[in-house]
């Protein structure tokens, strides 16, 4: 009789190793892949604003980098405004024409987790929106039932001069082009 019971054990040993491992293998698969933080820098639109005066074209072009820290910006405050059920600790935004890919790290309760959320870019006015259209683990779609983000809005008025409107948003492949109303007498009053 003392057989079955080690057989029953021993089963019970080899189930209890086999979740320990599934559950470690996921832990793993959602932990993140790289370093990210909250840090952003500010976006200075001076020098861009004195070079459109000195070319007299009313547009300047924002890299990259410099959407992504006024994504990153606006990111913490909607975090701020919004209970996910998740905490994010850490973001990295980078852009491809109207698409923009932001690499996260979080944590859920006391798991770390990374994804990349996509989102499609769209300007009205001097505003952009990006509106969260897929996230992934590691390639694997999380459904939008479980994870998803209204709208995120970055206002581009807030970083310029009163005189000067945004016209038209351009998105490139690299960048973003702004065009605007101006102007062109008030230039002694944009200089100050």
């Known amino acids: 009789m003392s057989r079955p019971r080690k057989r029953r054990g021993g089963t019970w040993l080899t189930l209890l ?13 959602i932990s993140p ?58 973001a990295a ?3 491809d024409g109207d698409t923009m890919l932001a690499d996260i790290n979080g944590r859920w309760g006391l798991l770390p987790f990374g994804a990349l959320l996509q989102f499609h870019m769209t300007a009205d006015g001097s505003f952009i929106y990006l509106k969260h259209e897929a996230t992934t683990i ?36 690299d960048g973003m082009k702004l065009s605007f109303k101006l102007d062109w007498t008030s230039l002694p009053l944009l200089l100050k």
């Not at 370093?35 to 070319?55: C, H, I, N, S, W």
């Not at 410099?66 to 405050?77: A, P, R, T, W, Y």
């Not at 039932?145 to 008025?157: R, Y």
Request: charged share 25%; aromatic share 8%.
């Open 17 to 29: 190793i086999l979740i320990i491992a599934i559950l470690g293998a996921g832990v793993w698969f």
């Open 33 to 90: 892949t790289q370093k990210l933080d909250l840090g952003y820098r500010a976006v200075d639109f001076k020098p861009k604003l004195l070079q459109m005066v000195e070319t007299r074209e009313a547009q300047m072009i924002l890299t990259p980098e410099e959407v992504g820290n006024l994504s990153k910006k606006n990111l913490i405050q909607y975090l701020r405004e919004h209970d996910l059920g998740v905490e994010i600790t850490g």
């Open 93 to 95: 935004f980078r852009m």
């Open 138 to 173: 590691r390639g694997v779609d999380v459904p939008t039932s479980w994870f998803h983000l209204s709208d995120i809005q970055v206002s581009l008025k807030e970083h310029l001069p009163d005189l000067v409107t945004v016209r038209d948003v351009e998105f490139l492949q």
